[in-house]
């Protein structure tokens, strides 16, 4: 891995100081190599996606430790819970893994239904310039371009391998490859691409699932090609995801997609589009479930769907009821749409895409809402937006944006996770540059102890002080502070009951100058996967408080955010 690439840290690291009020070392930083399955494996970047599921149990009891493994008698180890890994053979961009077109996203950017977005870089840059709105698109455009080019002329090298902790016959890697959740058990669900064995100048297909049980999915009818599918989570009774089918608009031959789910058997449902029309004008219909919880003969999935009105995607709770418990046959499907976080809003259409990505047991749901270009926040900024609906099981439900702490009005980021305990992880802006006409904010990893129905619990209150932490913060101070200076977390993508997260995070070999925010590194700095597992016996009473270097610090590598547009010296961009 080379990591060489050179940029400044200038003052906008004392904003993220002031907002990272408080510091607690509340986890051990663990780094999984992508090597310890003993793969030979070409990389430039790993990537912590997700965590084993499960908690901690109290012997003589039939309950887990209350602050799972932050519990002093609960004995937590890191080789406990199994890490999903991620490499990528490309460099970070904008604090993001470079897939060129994702592999996890139903249509292109998670918001291009019409496909116009991907046939030559030029395409990539307006995209940039119509929906980030940087002034460094066209670095940006060549970074994401690089690998999405390599795939239209045929150059099937792998990008993305994926594994599964100290279990090598976890994951057959095949092209390109993806896990976005692990059961209880560890074992992986995702999707990967396949070329085929017979040519291998043809793409079998460029998603397929991987998961305990594979769906067996029929075409709608005799003329449908179904030419994709993906997975997101189980819940070890039912699986969910998309299904998508070949379609063709002016922008050539794409598909639409159904979100789906399937069952121990493999029988699948599919649930229609509110829309009722695979195509409005160029954009093609799409769905998608990435979560669900059961209660009784109730299912609750979360996701997106299309919408009339230009089939438009909106973040949906999927409301399914069984006609028998366990199986998905006969079941019927009713949508809810998110207030709050449609495309469109008093007829302004203020989003580009809205989706749900998690739900937990007590039925909080997570999610996303990309800000248009075309409607900026007051910030200068077009984020994805983080919300947080209550209760998917009410009959309405809408979207609550957080704005306080660490939080603030046209923060983007990504949710990565949430658990039984309500505590959410993912990835938030860490400062509030303007980011038209300039260039992609610092991100950093964090967690939230949500207050469902505006009541902080008391482990929050215990472990958290009931508020929202940049993750770099509790890492710092105790017995772990020395390794834990050598990380600084730029994503949390999974946290499970135990309170055990996956992560990504910057790492400099021997360790930062100091335990400061923004310190210097003066040997190599790269990407590595992650995770956090907590610290036996710490509270939020371990509060320490990290400095900022108030010195503009250079940094070698990765720093904060590192590449984040990658070749920017060669276009004549300066890194903050």
């Excluded at 994709?228 to 989570?233: D, K, L, Q, V």
């Excluded at 995070?505 to 700095?525: F, K, L, Q, R």
Aim: glycine share 10%; hydrophobic share 35%.
């Amino acid at each position: 891995m080379n990591c060489s690439n050179k940029f400044k840290l200038t003052a906008v690291a004392m904003m993220v100081g002031t907002a990272m009020n408080a510091n607690a070392a509340l986890y051990q930083v663990v780094e999984v190599d992508p090597g310890v399955n003993g793969d030979n494996i070409d990389y430039s970047t790993a990537y912590g996606v997700a965590i084993q599921q499960g908690d901690v149990e109290n012997p003589g009891t039939d309950a887990p430790f209350a602050l799972g493994c932050f519990d002093g008698s609960a004995g937590c180890t890191p080789e406990q819970f199994k890490l999903a890994i991620e490499t990528r053979t490309t460099p970070l961009s904008a604090s993001e893994a470079v897939d060129g077109v994702s592999y996890r996203e139903e249509v292109p950017f998670a918001m291009d239904s019409g496909f116009y977005y991907i046939e030559e870089q030029d395409d990539f840059e307006r995209y940039c310039y119509n929906e980030r709105r940087y002034s460094t698109c066209e670095s940006w455009a060549s970074v994401h371009w690089q690998p999405w080019g390599k795939e239209l002329s045929k150059d099937f090298t792998t990008n993305a391998f994926a594994l599964v902790e100290g279990d090598e016959g976890a994951y057959e890697n095949k092209y390109n490859n993806i896990i976005n959740s692990l059961t209880i058990d560890g074992k992986p669900v995702g999707n990967q691409s396949v070329v085929s064995s017979s040519d291998p100048s043809k793409l079998e297909t460029r998603n397929t699932v991987v998961a305990p049980v594979i769906p067996n999915i029929e075409p709608s009818d005799d003329n449908a090609i179904v030419v994709a599918s993906r997975a997101w989570h189980t819940n070890g009774t039912f699986t969910v995801g998309s299904v998508s089918e070949q379609a063709s608009n002016d922008n050539g031959t794409h598909h639409t997609s159904k979100a789906a789910i399937w069952d121990k058997t493999g029988e699948v449902s599919q649930v229609d589009w509110p829309s009722g029309s695979s195509r409005d004008g160029e954009r093609l219909a799409q769905g998608s479930m990435r979560d669900l919880a059961v209660e009784g003969s109730t299912v609750y999935g979360v996701g997106y769907n299309t919408y009339s009105d230009d089939n438009y995607m909106n973040a949906t709770v999927f409301v399914g009821t069984l006609a028998t418990e366990g199986s998905v046959v006969g079941s019927t499907w009713a949508n809810k749409i998110v207030d709050g976080a449609q495309q469109r809003i008093s007829g302004d259409t203020v989003h580009s895409n809205s989706r749900l990505t998690d739900v937990n047991s007590n039925f909080v749901a997570i999610g996303e809402a990309k800000r248009s270009g075309a409607y900026l926040m007051p910030t200068g900024s077009a984020p994805n937006r983080l919300f947080v609906v209550d209760d998917v099981t009410a009959n309405s439900v809408s979207a609550f944006y957080p704005t306080s702490g660490i939080f603030f009005s046209g923060a983007g980021g990504q949710m990565g996770g949430i658990n039984a305990y309500n505590e959410i992880v993912g990835q938030l802006d860490a400062e509030t540059t303007r980011e038209e006409e300039g260039k992609p904010r610092r991100k950093r990893g964090f967690i939230y102890p949500y207050a469902q129905s505006g009541t902080t619990s008391d482990r929050a209150k215990e472990l958290f002080d009931g508020k929202a932490w940049f993750l770099d913060n509790l890492t710092n101070g105790g017995d772990h502070s020395s390794e834990n200076n050598a990380f600084r977390i730029i994503n949390a993508t999974d946290i499970n009951d135990a309170g055990v997260i996956s992560g990504t995070a910057m790492m400099c070999n021997g360790g930062y100058n100091t335990t400061a925010h923004n310190s210097s590194c003066d040997g190599e700095e790269k990407i590595v996967a992650v995770k956090l597992l907590p610290i036996a016996g710490a509270t939020a009473d371990d509060i320490q408080t990290r400095s900022v270097e108030e010195e503009a610090a250079e940094r070698q590598g990765a720093g904060l955010g590192w590449l984040a547009l990658t070749m920017l010296g060669l276009f004549g961009f300066r890194r903050k």
